[in-house]
């Protein structure tokens, strides 16, 4: 079986993100007024081939964790669909 | 002691560390490629360095993709072995990647790339690389990264200070800390830190280029003399 994750990886709430601060501090240069926050993480697509969902979800689990976020700065969340040859 | 010089893809600061230690330090040192997957040259008295450099192009994040390069294998065994492992800039990166050091290296407060002089205060003297400085001496020597804000949870700052963990932090000429002195806004104002064994080294800032006085610059030579005086740790 064939799957697509879509992992979203975003900085902890608590800690600083220097590029969505400063994203959000020149909103006014477009003109746009009222934002109040915006923080910056990575979306990641990833096709995998796998038995069983089981076995999709682990190895996603399993990449996130090892590389794809660092958990002591990072928190990840994904959605995972089959797809169709 | 020998000293190894890990090649990353990406690896810039490699051919300054072999310089200073081969031809300012006069000892036996050798490149390692990446994809080694051995050190059999190398035993507990001797000492892998991780230069700085850009490894995979800090895709990711820094030193995350270098973290599961063939030759960690090696290198995470050599330090449980009690070796030296002494990782500057993005060495530190990948030693903290790899969980051979606490806490992680953020993107710089201020979002830039910082290249210029920084003064560091001697936190300890108790490390392979400070042991012939003096408490609380001040050096300067030169920064040159964009990802360099340490951050570590309440409980490991704790324990890096109870366990006396850090071997430098940012300060201005007089060696006092302030907010206008810390460069990228690292937690504690910390440029270095060492492992709870003392023989994982990581550092934000780069002595070797601040070596030789053709450099204009000595004040890097202490970490190297001090390095030369430390004795293997016993394995286990």
Known sequence: ?85 | MKFGVVVFPGSNCDDDMVHVLGTVMGQPVQKLWHKDTTLPDFGPGDCIVLPGGFSYGDYLRSGAIARFSPIMESVVAFAEQGGLVWGICNGFQVLCEAGLLPGVLLRNTNQRFTCKNAYLRTATTRSPITRRLKPGEVLRIPIAHADGRYYADEATLEALQANDQILFQYCDAEGRLSEAANPNGSLLHIAGICNTRRNVMGMMPHPERAAEAELGNTDGRGLFESLLEAAPLPAG
């Open chain 1, 1 to 85: 079986m064939k799957f697509l994750a879509e992992i979203e990886v975003m900085p902890h709430k608590e800690l600083l993100d220097p590029q969505g601060k400063t994203v959000a501090n020149n909103m006014k240069n477009l003109d746009i007024h009222g934002v109040e926050d915006v923080r910056i993480g990575k979306h990641i697509l990833m096709r995998l081939e796998a038995a069983s969902e089981a076995e999709a979800r682990e190895k996603v689990d399993t990449a996130c964790k090892k590389l794809l976020a660092n958990i002591i700065m990072e928190t990840y969340e994904y959605a995972l669909h089959p797809i169709s040859e």
